[in-house]
């Protein structure tokens, strides 16, 4: 199983940024795919998920109703699509995915066991 995250970058509070987990080496509808960032000195946490059969999302309370989690089971891809950005933001993203953590509103992101991780990328966003 390979991922890679990648959209990445350098934007300023209240810009917009796209990222994509395009992934290979396993049956993409059979697995959930969870967002992670981590900031520096600060431990990881989960920010989104979106289950295989897209009807289960989770957001951390501080992304709702700015970011949306999408995935194309024919592209074999997830999206993390950021709209007003806030330099609390900042981190490295990592996508990870796994078939059998609960992905529904309501469960709790550190309860997550998942398997397989991509190389993350960077996310900076100034004020």
């Known amino acids: 199983v390979q991922l890679q995250a990648s959209g990445g970058g350098l934007v300023q509070a209240g810009d917009s940024l796209r990222l994509s987990c395009a992934a290979s080496?396993?049956?993409?509808?059979?697995?959930?795919i969870a967002w992670f960032r981590q900031a520096s000195g600060k431990d990881r946490e989960a920010v989104a998920c979106i289950n295989n059969r897209k009807d289960g999302t989770y957001y951390l309370d501080s992304v709702k109703d700015r970011f949306s989690v999408s995935r194309d089971n024919v592209k074999n891809t997830a999206y993390l699509q950021m709209n007003n950005l806030k330099p609390e933001d900042t981190g490295i993203y990592h996508c990870a995915t796994d078939t059998s953590f609960l992905c529904f509103e309501g469960t709790p992101g550190s309860s997550w066991i998942v398997g397989y991780w991509g190389q993350g990328t960077q996310v900076t966003v100034s004020s």
């Open positions: 080496g396993l049956t993409f509808s059979r697995y959930h």
